[in-house]
């Protein structure tokens, strides 16, 4: 879905009416609960949510400093290989490490251990081509060792659980702001907030996904209340 003209507008609407102050004890007794319950969780969602992000981008360093480059002959090669695609698998590659495919990076295909010793089995260990599977397989068993060492001492599997954990709690509000309707200003800032914090949590700062789906929503309900107040 390209973004309209409109919709743009609607995400800088959503970014201001998120920087207004809320201050309107009076309104809360006629807010909607649901907004309310969101208001006093979405600080918290958002500084865990934050702290995660901190965590993961240092084990994600860690393990770039850590983790081995790609030996070249586990690299499947078209001219060289040819023959043995079947052999590996894609990887994303960055800087030549392997990667998890969550990471950005060009996509190689990789020669794998368990695809190699199977391959192993049906070629005898005194032929050409059973040598040439055998050194592969045993350059693949020390990367893939260190590989999976680095992933292990950098903490970035447990860092990639918590920041998707954190995300989601972040979506989640955000999402059922969307699906609460506003009956005073102070909801529409919650409601603005919320979908900021998506935004943020889904690696957008103004232009978000909640613009596409509550845009419209959002300014039906304050042109509502505009209209009462």
Known sequence: MRPSRRNFLIGGVTV??????????????????????????????????????????????????????????????????????????????????????????????????????????????????????RRRLATAELFEADYQRALCNSAYEPANTALKSAKRIVTDLGEAAGGAEARTMLGIVIKARAFAALGEAEGFETYNRATFIFGNQLLSEINSIMGTE
Do not use: Q
């Open 16 to 133: 201001a009416a998120a920087a207004i102050p809320v201050a309107v004890p009076a309104t809360i007794a006629n807010e909607n609960p649901v907004l309310l319950e969101i208001k006093d969780a979405l600080p918290a969602a958002l500084h865990s949510f934050r702290h995660a992000k901190e965590e993961y981008a240092a084990a994600l360093k860690t393990f770039y400093a850590l983790a081995p480059a790609v030996p070249s002959v586990l690299v499947f090669d078209r001219e060289k290989t040819k023959g043995w695609r079947h052999l590996a698998t894609e990887e994303r590659c960055a800087n030549g490490d392997m990667l998890h495919s969550t990471f950005d990076g060009e996509v190689r295909l990789i020669f794998k251990a368990n695809l190699l010793r199977k391959a192993s089995r049906r070629h005898a260990a005194n032929t050409r081509l059973g040598k040439e599977i």
